[in-house]
């Protein structure tokens, strides 16, 4: 089993930066990838970025250049830099882990974290 607890959402002002945390916990495998989803109010869940623990990286464009994803070392913590921020970036940031190895593959996500930008 893998725990994900997501931190730093919250209010922040348009053009404001912040830093998002997701701290994983338990099985989180030799190989994964972990990342970060939003889901705005009324719209599905949809990439934001994630980093694999070979250090490739995806994104969505309509992030790319204002976000960045890292991890720590011991690649159980992610975070997500978000800078620039604007009032499209409103949504529950939710941390997911995809487990490839050891088998079987697993999918796990955190319980979200608001992000509320004000005009």
């Known amino acids: 089993q893998v725990h994900l607890v997501e931190s730093g959402g919250g209010l922040v002002q348009v053009g404001e930066s912040l830093r998002l945390t997701c701290a994983a916990s338990?099985?989180?495998?030799?190989?994964?990838?972990m990342g970060w989803y939003r889901q705005a109010p009324g719209k599905q869940r949809e990439l934001v970025a994630t980093l694999a623990s070979g250090g490739m990286t995806n994104s969505s464009d309509s992030v790319r250049g204002r976000f960045a994803i890292n991890r720590d070392s011991a690649k159980t913590t992610v975070y997500l830099e978000i800078h620039n921020l604007k009032p499209e970036d409103t949504a529950v940031y939710y941390c997911n882990l995809k487990r490839l190895l050891p088998l079987p593959p697993s999918e796990y996500w955190g319980q979200g974290t608001q992000v509320t930008v004000s005009t």
């Open positions: 338990g099985r989180t495998g030799s190989i994964n990838i």
